[in-house]
């Protein structure tokens, strides 16, 4: 069974720069996987961040990108806030119906 | 604004049954397709159902297929999963989400949750 694969953990400092990425355990993930993003903090729902590989949900600040960066997808924050520091998934379009959640991602800004 | 409110979260026995509903409001409920996606305390998000629009399509995780029935009531702006043969591992936060727009949806807004503990 293929798995989606995200970076346990990753750090960046304050207004800088930090790309996360979505893979498969076989294969390389293509917009036709419509790969989403979200953000959650701690206790709270998750936010939904991009849908369909780039697509910014109402209300995102566009410091928060999304693409595809050669076989993955990819999460690319600009100026890193302290607000920013939670955790981060992906979630791809498997077919027959099928979503499937990376394991997810811890950021911290330090 | 988007407002989802899941309901029906409880504890329940091994083995047992539950039915959750998610009342929406502040969009065209039957112009969407809605998630279920689930999250283990402390653990990531699974996702476990969809249904779109019109309630003639449904799909399911692996984990819960044969097991779990979504539905939804668009004259009532209410979506449900029925969840029977409960085991531990179902014990989780259950989040309804409403579709993106598109043909192939992502969960985009999303509910604060219902809690659902399977013990003995």
């Known amino acids: 069974q293929t798995v989606v694969t995200q970076e346990p953990s990753f750090s960046v400092s304050p207004g800088g720069t930090v790309t996360l990425t979505c893979g498969l355990s076989?294969?390389?993930?293509?917009?036709?996987?419509?790969p989403s993003w979200y953000q959650q903090t701690p206790g709270q729902a998750p936010r939904t961040l991009i849908y369909?590989?780039?697509t910014r949900s109402s209300g995102v600040p566009d410091r928060f990108s999304g693409s595809i960066l050669g076989n993955k997808a990819a999460l690319t924050i600009t100026g890193a806030q302290a607000d920013d520091e939670c955790d981060y998934y992906c979630?791809?379009?498997?077919?027959?119906?099928?979503?499937?959640f990376g394991g997810g991602t811890k950021l911290t800004v330090l | 604004e988007v407002h989802l409110v899941e309901s029906g979260g409880a504890v329940v026995l091994p083995g047992g049954f539950l039915r959750l509903s998610c009342a929406a409001s502040?969009?065209?409920?039957?112009?969407?397709?809605m998630h279920w996606v689930r999250q283990t305390p402390g653990k990531g998000l699974e996702w476990v159902s969809v249904?779109?629009?019109?309630?003639?399509?449904?799909y399911y995780a692996d984990s819960v297929k044969g097991r779990f029935t979504i539905s939804r009531d668009n004259t009532k702006n209410s979506l449900f999963l029925q969840m029977n043969s409960l085991r531990t591992e179902d014990t989780a936060f259950y989040y309804c989400?409403?579709?993106?727009?598109?043909?192939?949806?992502?969960?985009?807004?999303w509910g604060q949750g219902t809690l659902v503990t399977v013990s003995s």
């Open positions: 369909s590989t780039n």
């Open positions: 249904i779109s629009w019109d309630g003639r399509n449904t």
């Open positions: 076989s294969g390389s993930v293509s917009t036709s996987y419509y």
């Open positions: 502040g969009f065209t409920f039957h112009d969407y397709s």
């Open positions: 979630v791809l379009y498997m077919g027959s119906g099928i979503r499937v």
């Open positions: 989400a409403k579709g993106s727009s598109g043909t192939i949806t992502s969960p985009e807004y």
